[in-house]
Structures are given as structure tokens and as C-alpha cells.
């Protein structure tokens, strides 16, 4: 009789273990690939260009805080310009402040052959300038070769790095 109770509680307790086991599922996570050379990021290309154009807004107001607001100055900011060795976040600051906090007028801020390619949390953007700034009565015209490098930080975009050379106006044949 005890051997048929056992039985019968062992099989009860089975059952029920079987019955509250719940069904396994199977859970499916499908990697997303990023090809960081080949994906276009469109929202974030949209950030990279709105910055640009408050970069541009910036030296039209005359707001030097403000364009020095884009940058991201610290240990690994670097600056080529006029075939110079390389300066750091300091020099670039000294030079904006200087350059632009001189301007009397701003003619012409144009910024052509735009182009934002980004790289994740990193954007390149390259440019020809025309600038025309007036200092006083003279008038600087800047036409450059421009690249900024650009990293998204918890403020937006930020310059990281800055490129400028001259740009050759001859017409190309």
C-alpha cells in the first residue's frame, strides 16, 4: 500500500512540476550591423550641418563665446593652419578670440562645397571658405581649404580638430 501512495505522490508531483514548468521561449536578437564607412547616418549628418550653420550664425552676431562654445578644448585638440607645426586647444582659443573678436563687419560668410561624413560619434566636415571680413576699413578675404573633425559629446557637436589651407581659386581645366 505505501509502495501505490508513493507512487501515486510521485507521479502527482511530477505532473505537476511538468504542468507549472513554463514554456521556453526562445528569444531572437538580430545584430545590426553598422558599417561605419558606408552608412550614411542622417540625423546625425542633419546635427553636424544645423552646428555648422550656428558656427556660421555665431561670427555674423559677432558672439565669440559662442563660436568658442563648438570646440572641445583639452588634451587632444590639435590645429594645423598657414603650414605651421601643430598647436593645441590654448592657441586656437587666442587666435578666435583675436581674429574674430576683431571683426567690424562681416561682407561674406559662405561656406561651400559643404561636406559632413560621419563616423558614428565622429563627423568630418570639409569646406572651401569665402570670407570677407572687414577689419576696421580693410577687408580680409579668406578662402581656404577646411576640414573639422567633430566628436558628439553630451553638449552636440564638437571641433576636436581643425585644417586649414589655401585654396587654390585657379580654375581647374
Known amino acids: 500500500m505505501k509502495a501505490k501512495i508513493t507512487f501515486a505522490l510521485i507521479t502527482i508531483f511530477g505532473i505537476v512540476i511538468i504542468g507549472c514548468k513554463q514554456k521556453e521561449e526562445k528569444v531572437v536578437v538580430e545584430e545590426v550591423k553598422i558599417d561605419l564607412l558606408n552608412d550614411e547616418f542622417p540625423d546625425a549628418k542633419q546635427e553636424v550641418k544645423l552646428t555648422m550653420d550656428s558656427i556660421a550664425q555665431s561670427v555674423k552676431d559677432y558672439d565669440i563665446d559662442r563660436l568658442i562654445s563648438f570646440h572641445a578644448y583639452g588634451p587632444k585638440f590639435t590645429e594645423f593652419k598657414n603650414g605651421e607645426p601643430r598647436n593645441g586647444g590654448a592657441e586656437n582659443e587666442e587666435f578666435e578670440r583675436g581674429v574674430f573678436g576683431s571683426v567690424t563687419e562681416v561682407v561674406k560668410f559662405d561656406m561651400n562645397d559643404l561636406k559632413v561624413d560621419v563616423y558614428g560619434d565622429a563627423a568630418n566636415v570639409t569646406l ?8 576696421d576699413k580693410d577687408l580680409a578675404v579668406v578662402n581656404e581649404q577646411i576640414s573639422l573633425l567633430f566628436l558628439k559629446t553630451k553638449n552636440g557637436w564638437r571641433i576636436v580638430h581643425e585644417h586649414h589651407s589655401p585654396l587654390n581659386m585657379e580654375k581647374k581645366e
Open 128 to 135: 572651401h571658405s569665402d570670407f570677407h571680413l572687414k577689419f
